[in-house]
């Protein structure tokens, strides 16, 4: 799916549509993780990828790696609870995954955090969600990833389950759950292949991060 950077002449926000969470299949990875995958749950979601590259106020980390400063390879923003989210298509989906996912989670989605993989030299190394409540709880994290397609690999922190390579196209769905963040590792491989601009968005429960 080709996602063109060049602003749109006409507003489509209003062309984001979702597809039923009916169609939601879940894989258990093992060590009580599990992972939902609904490909392509969002549709006609190319403005939205433009507008959200456009209009956040994307900034760039950095990290001490061997006693050196680098910058993180990749562009991040995070939308605390009360923040206004960057899109109305954001606030949709969160309040349908909150619905969806309200009894099984016991509380809703609050938080969105955003990044953008500019290009195949950007990443997000391994790691779990476990900056928060993940590290000793069961959560869910929900991501809608947009443009370029890329993959999320997972890999068991103890031996036994063999590792799981996701593609992740525009529009679709993933969401980690169970004991994902603390007995599984996940990450965004870089790659040499030539792809374009990605967005992905993770929402949350408050206390997750
Ligand atoms: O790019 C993604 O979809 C994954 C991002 C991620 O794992 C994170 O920011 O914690
Ligand atoms: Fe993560």
Do not use: N
Not at 55 to 79: K, N, S, T
Not at 89 to 114: N, V
């Amino acid at each position: 799916m080709a996602v063109h950077l060049q602003s749109s002449l006409f507003d489509q926000e209003a062309e984001v549509s979702t597809r039923p969470l009916s169609g939601l299949r879940r894989t258990e990875l093992g060590h009580g993780a599990w992972i939902d995958v609904l490909p392509q749950w969002l549709v006609g979601a190319d403005a939205l990828c433009e507008a959200l590259i456009r209009d956040v106020d994307w900034r760039a980390e950095q990290r001490i790696m061997y006693e050196r400063v680098v910058a993180v390879p990749r562009l991040l923003a995070f939308f605390g609870r009360r923040a206004p989210l960057p899109h109305p298509a954001l606030d949709a989906a969160r309040t349908e995954l909150s619905g969806h996912y309200a009894a099984e989670l016991g509380e809703p989605f609050t938080t969105a955090g955003l990044c953008f993989y500019r290009d195949g030299r950007d990443g997000v190394a391994w790691h779990g969600d476990t900056i928060g409540r993940g590290s000793t709880e069961d959560t869910m994290v929900a991501i809608v990833s947009l443009g370029a397609p890329r993959h999320l690999t997972l890999r068991p922190r103890r031996p036994g389950p063999a590792p799981v390579r996701t593609p992740l196209g525009h529009g679709d769905l993933i969401v980690m759950g169970g004991s994902c963040q603390r007995t599984w590792e996940h990450a965004v491989p870089k790659t040499a292949r030539a792809v374009g601009p990605r967005v992905s968005v993770q929402f949350r429960p408050d206390g997750v991060r």
